[in-house]
């Protein structure tokens, strides 16, 4: 059955895709489901990283499931609302206040493409493929998601990709920008809990200033003040998890960090 599960480990919560017999493509249900299931994990304070990740080793995400199209986008109402439940999946995992990862394996075509654009980073194995297919099935791409490509690769990249709706291979992805990493396959998952165990022993109220400073400025580069990031560098710095940061550094030991 296609679904959206979720796994925590230690700190990290798995958002994981599964729809095996097509290459984890997301159904309608799934995209309804996917901004509650990473609201969940973020309003966890146990929680303190998010990955998403496709079921198995063949795929993140192959895309949408194209089979349900034609009953599902029959009329202008219908595809609204399914476009509707599109962008707010993919800005799900912008909009959460901890870091999110998108964990690469295999196919990353479609919407898939664009969920792991939405995460803070994306890490890929070495065995990913990729490609932006909207060209292929004469479907118009949400400005708002094509500005997150062009702030991901550029313009020319963007131009590429969506021209040509060609697969592109993981050392392209990483030329582009669109993965900080490509590891081997075997080395994925180690890859992954390296940066996440990482994450989970720095400030949150840290990384979630740093999360709405870059966000910000994504949204409008020209702006060079946001009252809400700056609200939360302000909590940060007068929080405890300051007071023992401080302690632990002068102290040469690992500070305890719980969010306030």
Not at 66 to 76: C, L, M, P, V
Not at 85 to 107: C, E, H, N, Q, W
Request: glycine share 8%; with cysteine.
């Amino acid at each position: 059955m296609a679904n959206i599960f979720v796994q925590q480990i230690g700190a990290v919560g798995h958002v994981v895709f599964s729809n095996a017999s097509k290459f984890n493509a997301l159904t309608t249900q799934m995209w309804q489901d996917l901004p509650t299931r990473i609201a969940e994990l973020d309003a966890d304070p146990a929680i303190r990283a998010i990955v998403l990740m496709g079921d198995g080793d063949k795929a993140f995400v192959s895309g949408a499931d194209i089979s349900q199209f034609g009953a599902e986008r029959t009329d202008a109402l219908a595809q609204q609302n399914y476009k509707n439940l599109v962008d707010a999946a993919y800005l799900a995992p912008t909009l959460a206040s901890k870091p999110t990862i998108a964990k690469i394996r295999g196919i990353c075509m479609g919407g898939g493409l664009g969920l792991a654009a939405g995460c803070d980073i994306r890490i890929c194995a070495d065995d990913a493929r990729f490609r932006m297919p909207a060209g292929r099935l004469s479907l118009g791409y949400d400005q708002a998601g094509v500005r997150r490509f062009i702030a991901l690769i550029g313009v020319q990249n963007t131009y590429d990709i969506f021209y040509s709706a060609r697969i592109f291979d993981a050392q392209e992805a990483l030329r582009m920008g669109f993965v900080s990493r490509v590891v081997p396959a075997a080395q994925l998952d180690a890859a992954v809990q390296e940066l996440t165990n990482a994450i989970a022993d720095n400030g949150p109220l840290t990384l979630k200033a740093v999360k709405l400073s870059v966000n910000a400025f994504l949204q409008n580069p020209e702006q060079h003040h946001s009252p809400q990031a700056q609200a939360a560098i302000d909590a940060a710095n007068g929080s405890e998890d300051y007071v023992e940061g401080v302690r632990a550094f002068a102290e040469k030991r690992r500070p305890h960090f719980t969010g306030r």
